[in-house]
């Protein structure tokens, strides 16, 4: 019951605020209400008890994202400027598009029958997602692990490069 | 049931029961929440106002001066007065502001540091959230805070505000990195994140002392992190006030400048918190290896009152700091994280790995 309560007033707050992320024209509120419904998709790993993957959430979303989206708003926007309006015709085309996007959506969803699954249980500790992460056995994420590092390395090198000064 | 000081599990198992004999699952649970609501609400009202006055007292000593000393015995009660007055002042709202955007910042960094005291161990049992990840959810949760200071900057449609706020950010996200990184170090030799666990895991001995060298280099790379993670000086040049009047804070009046007043003063006391828990072994006693009688004397003093003596000792650091060093320029900030503590860190935790691997901790 507890958890249903909880369930609803999430999932309210992220339909609530994504409908406001893409309905308001002010582009500064816009990236805020994309905050909270960050941190409702959060709050809905707590409450499924997978508190390493709210953490993640929190960081890479709500700490770095969001704040990289609000530092490019800072530095290139004014407070006075306003998205704006569309036209009819654009207006008219981008509802077809939406009702058609959410028919093939609610289609799907309704024709899946979503089975319990009946294998047991992952622990979702800190300690079992470490081993995880680093074995190379069965189930092991070793190899993409190390992968994203090293594709993470080389964009971190490319943008040292890209920012760099040139030498004179 | 018998209550101790020195383990508050069986006062909250006691307040658990006799909540949940008169009352439905659903109801036990939302009375807790109020009950921890509060007890933090509380305790961030009083050690916020309190940290305030140990700030002006410890300010006026460096300088051979009295500091407050008129309101109350050696002027105790000047910041709650100070505080009834800030509650008393008109709420100004710049014409141009983004109103929504202006009102909504200093709650989300206050909102911020409630949530990080949540998870700090106070004492045995004195822990409102014991998470399997807890300092992986102290760094996560302090990185959404800045998002705060970033709207009050630029809702509030001033220049100054603006710019301490660009500077602020730049700042916090640099220093983060630190702060996660020296972290890492003592987690990799506690083997674990949940915050009681590293606590537990320095009954042999602080991390401090056990991790020798490498954790010695963490915990003074921690502590300068933290001061700039905290905006405070001498990496205070977000609100330095001879250039930005009050830098993101500028347009805020009564107690929505004293959100920001008062998260700044909390925000210190996570950090030392922090420090405390992960360097400085926590709430667990001050021990020497054989000293059998001064070890036992050293356990009648209650965990409580070890864990503030260390966190007072760190912010006592920090405000030495605040009052001793002359302000950073922000390139000379950016430059000692990027080109100094970063690589200082990185090498750290290779040294502190190699360490726990050949087994050289005590």
Redesign the interface.
């Given at each position: 019951m507890n958890n249903m309560v909880m369930f609803i007033i999430l999932s309210g707050l992220i339909l609530v605020f994504s409908l406001m992320t893409v309905l308001t024209r002010r582009i500064l509120r816009s990236a805020v209400f994309l905050l909270f419904v960050l941190l409702a998709t959060a709050g809905l790993y707590f409450m499924l008890d997978y508190m390493f993957l709210a953490a993640v959430q929190l960081t890479v979303y709500a700490g770095g994202i969001v704040v990289l989206i609000i530092f490019s708003i800072l530095l290139t926007s004014h407070i006075s400027e306003r998205a704006a309006m569309a036209g009819r015709w654009r207006m008219i085309a981008s509802a077809l598009v939406v009702i058609l996007g959410a028919g093939v959506t609610l289609y799907t969803i309704y024709s899946y029958a979503f089975k319990p699954s009946a294998e047991t249980a992952v622990p979702s500790t800190m300690k079992s997602i470490g081993n995880q992460l680093i074995n190379y056995g069965d189930n092991g994420y070793a190899l993409p692990f190390e992968v994203i590092s090293v594709l993470l390395l080389a964009v971190m090198i490319g943008a040292i490069i890209v920012a760099k000064k040139e030498v004179k | 049931m018998a209550f101790s000081i020195y383990d508050f599990s069986s006062f909250t198992q006691s307040i658990h029961e006799g909540l949940s004999n008169r009352l439905s699952?659903?109801g036990t649970?939302a009375v807790e929440w109020v009950i921890v609501g509060i007890v933090i609400l509380l305790f961030v009202a009083v050690f916020g106002l309190f940290l305030v006055y140990a700030e002006r007292k410890v300010c006026a000593f460096f300088q051979q001066r009295l500091g407050p000393m008129r309101v109350g015995p050696w002027g105790l009660v000047q910041t709650i007065a100070d505080f009834i007055k800030l509650l008393m002042k008109e709420l100004i709202q710049p014409a141009?502001?983004?109103k929504?955007?202006y009102n909504?910042a200093p709650f989300i960094v206050i909102i911020v540091t409630f949530l990080a005291i949540s998870v700090i161990p106070f004492a045995k049992g004195l822990q409102a959230f014991d998470?399997?990840?807890g300092v992986?959810?102290v760094?996560?949760?302090t990185?959404?805070g800045?998002?705060g200071i970033?709207?009050a900057?630029?809702?509030s449609?001033n220049k100054y505000s603006?710019i301490g706020?660009?500077r602020s950010?730049a700042q916090i996200?640099s220093y983060?990195l630190s702060v996660g990184l020296s972290l890492i170090t003592i987690v990799i030799l506690a083997g674990?994140?949940?915050l009681s666990g590293i606590v537990e895991a320095q009954r042999a001995g602080w991390f401090i002392y056990r991790g020798h060298i490498p954790a010695i280099i963490a915990f003074f790379v921690f502590v300068i992190a933290g001061t700039a993670e905290t905006n405070r000086g001498p990496f205070d040049l977000a609100e330095a006030e001879s250039e930005l009047t009050a830098g993101f804070h500028t347009e805020y009046s009564g107690i929505k400048f004293a959100f920001f007043f008062l998260a700044e003063y909390v925000n210190l006391f996570i950090v030392s918190a922090m420090a405390t828990t992960v360097f400085l072994g926590g709430w667990m006693p001050l021990h020497f290896g054989n000293l059998e009688e001064f070890n036992h004397v050293m356990d009648l003093i209650p965990p409580v009152f070890w864990f503030f003596i260390k966190v007072f000792f760190v912010i006592f650091l920090i405000m030495w700091f605040k009052w001793t060093f002359p302000r950073l320029r922000i390139d000379q900030i950016l430059t000692l994280e990027w080109k100094f503590l970063l690589p200082i860190n990185l090498f750290n935790i290779i040294l502190m790995t190699v360490i726990v691997l050949m087994g050289w901790h005590f």
């Open positions: - | 699952p659903a649970l141009r502001a983004d929504f955007l909504l998470f399997d990840i992986f959810f760094t996560s949760i990185a959404v800045v998002i970033l709207l900057g630029w809702s449609n603006l706020a660009m950010g996200i983060e674990t994140l949940q």
